[in-house]
C-alpha cells in the first residue's frame, strides 16, 4: 500500500514558484508562511506560496518508477528502470553518435541538479542540453549580453525604488511577481514614482500606472523607436554618458530620421499623445528604471524588441546606478540559475561560449574530461528534428512539460511519441511523462536542498521539510545515478550532497568563483561573486560594461512583421499567466485551494469583437487555426484592446499552445508565443 503522507518539519526554504524568490517555510497542515527571507523582508507571501506545499502530499505523486509494457506504464524497481535508460540512451548514441540525445534541464530545480544535467550531457559528448529560460527569456538574455555582456537584472529589487520612473514593458509584476511588486515598485510609486505600463491588457499592473499604452502584440519596436525618436528631438538625451559610455549615435539618429513619431504610435494601436507622455516621463527622470517581460521576449523579433528598450537606457544614461537599468523580470524559481550553470546549448557555466578553447580546457581540468566544441540544439529545435535522419532520437527531460508549454503542442506531442527513447524523471505522470519509455519519481521542492538563483541574481539555499514519498527519490542523488550509468567518467558524478556539488560549480562559474555554501546560509549571496571577492556586485555596469568595455553600442532596429498572416476576420491571440497558476499547472492544478480560486481557463476578448461575432460574456468560445483548435469560456472586457484575445497556458485542458506558432527569433530561438492568427467563434 501507499506510504502516509510525509510529515513537513519547519525549514527556511525558498518558494518553488516564481522567479522573486520568496522565503518560506512550513506552517500547519498543507500552508506555508513566509519567513523574513532576504526578499520578502517581513515574511509575505502570495497566494502560490501559501499553497506551495499542497501538491506536494497529492494524491497523483508519483512514488515507484515506472516502465512502458504493451504500451501501458507498469511499476518497476529502481535497478531495472535505470537499466533501461542505460540502454536506451547508449543503444541510440551507439548507432547514432551523442548528438541524437537530448538533455532537458529544469528551471524549477536547483543549480546543483541543473549542473548536473549539463555535466552528464557533455560527458556523454553533446551541448544538446537546455532548460524553459529558451521559452521565456532567451532574447532577453541575447540582447543584455551583446549589448552589456551579462543577460541579468542589471539592477537590485532594493535599488530600483530610488527610480523616479518606472518603465515596465510587457510584464505584469503585481501579478506575477506579487512580493516583488508590493515590497519594492508599488511603494516607489505610491511616493511618486511615476509608473509607465506597456501591455495590451489592463492588468493589475495597469492600475497602478500613470500612463497605460495598450500596445498591439508584435508592434513593441515601432513603439519603442518613437519613444527613442521623442527623447532625441525634446533634448531628454544624457550627453555626458553617451559621450563616455556609447558608441554609434550618429548612425542612431540617422535611423531615427525616418521614424514618424505619429505613424509609429498609430501602427502600435496607442494614442501618440500617450506615448509622448511616457517618452517624457522615461527621458525626463533623473533615474529611470525599465523591466521586461515575455511580452517582449516572446516574439520572433523579441531580441530585437529588447535592443530597442536598450537603446533607452543607453539614450538617457540610465545604466550603471541604482534606480535605473533593464532589468528582465524571471519567471520561474531558478530560471536565472539553470542558465548561470551551463544548462544551455551553447554556453558551459558561467556563460563562457563552448567554442571559447580556454573555458573547455576549465571544465576540463575539473571534470576530467573537456566539454564538446559545437553548440547544441535549442529546445524547440530538437523537438522539431526528430524523424530527420540527423535528428534527434532519444531524451531525458527532467522536471518539465514540453507537452504542455512548447508552441505548435500538438506537434510536439506527436514528435516525443516518435523518439526511439525517452525518459522523464517528475513528480507526476504529466502529459509529457504519459509518452515516456521510463519515468522515475522525482523530488519535490519540500524535499531537497540546494542553491537557487532569484531574478536579481542572488544565490539562496533550499532546505527539505520531508523525504520525498515511498521510493522516490532526490533528483540530485537520481542525477549521480543516471551520470554514473550513461557516461564512461564514475568519478566525475561522485558527490557528497549538494554542497559538494555547488563547491565544484563555483571552480567552473567565474560569476560563482567567489561564493561559499556555508557561508549563504540563510541569507544569500550576489553574483558576479569573483574568486578572492569580499561580496557579490549589486548594481552592474558601473565603471564598465561586464564585457569588460567601456561603452556599448546604440542598435538601430527595425519593425519586423510577426509571423501568422491575419485573415481579415480572424483575431490575434496572446497568452500570459495568471495569480493563482504557475506555468504549465502541473503543481498548481494539483492544489485544492489555487483550483477553488481559479478552476478553468477563460478568454479575454473586447466587447466590439464579442458584438461582431455574436458572442456574450459565459459563452463557449472556439479558437482555431491551421495548427489546432481549442473550446473555452469567453469573458467580454474592455481590459483586452480591440483586436487582440488573451488567455493563458496553465491548462492541459484546454491545451492553448495548440494554437501557438513555432516561428522562432534567429538569434535566441525563442518561439513567437504572443502573437498568433486565431478564429474565434461562438460555438
Ligand atoms: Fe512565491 Fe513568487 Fe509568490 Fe514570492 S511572489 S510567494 S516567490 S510565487
Redesign the pocket.
Known sequence: SDPEPPEFESRKS?????????G?EHANGDTAT?WEGS??QRG???????A?FEPVRHEKRLVRPLVRESGTHVVAPWEEALERIETGVREVVDEHGPESVAFFASSSCTNEENYLVQKIARALGTNNVDNCARLCHSSTVAAMVERFGAGAMTNTLEDVGEADAFLVCGANPAE?????FQSYLSPAVDDDTTLIHVDPRENPTTAEADVHLPVTPGYDIPLLNAMAKVIVEEGLVDEAFLAERAEGREAFEAHLEDVDVEANAREAGVDPDDLRAAARAYGEADRAAAFTGMGMSQHHCGTDNVHALINLAVLTGNVGKPGTGINPLRGQ?NVQGANDVGARPGDLPGYDPVTDADARERCAEVWGFEPPAEPGRTQVEWARSVGDDDGIRAAVVFGENPVVTEPNANEVADALADLEFLAVIDLFETETAELADVVLPGSSWAEKAGTVT?TDRRVQRMRPAADPPGEACRDLEILRRVGRRLTDHDLAFDYDGPADVFAELTEVTPIYGGMSYAEIGEGYQRWPFPPGADSGTDVLHGDAFASGDRRTELAPVDHVPPADDLADDQLVLTTGRVLQH?NSGALTRRSGTLMRLRGEDVVQLHPEDAEARGIEDGDEVRLSNERGGVTVTAEVTPAITRGTVFTTFHYAEPLINVLTGDALDPVAKIPEYKHSAVTVERV
Open positions: 525558498v518558494c518553488p514558484f516564481c522567479g522573486v524568490g520568496c518560506i513566509g526578499v520578502n509575505e507571501v502570495c497566494p502560490k506560496g501559501v506551495a506575477q511577481h506579487p512580493i516583488a524559481n532569484n504557475f
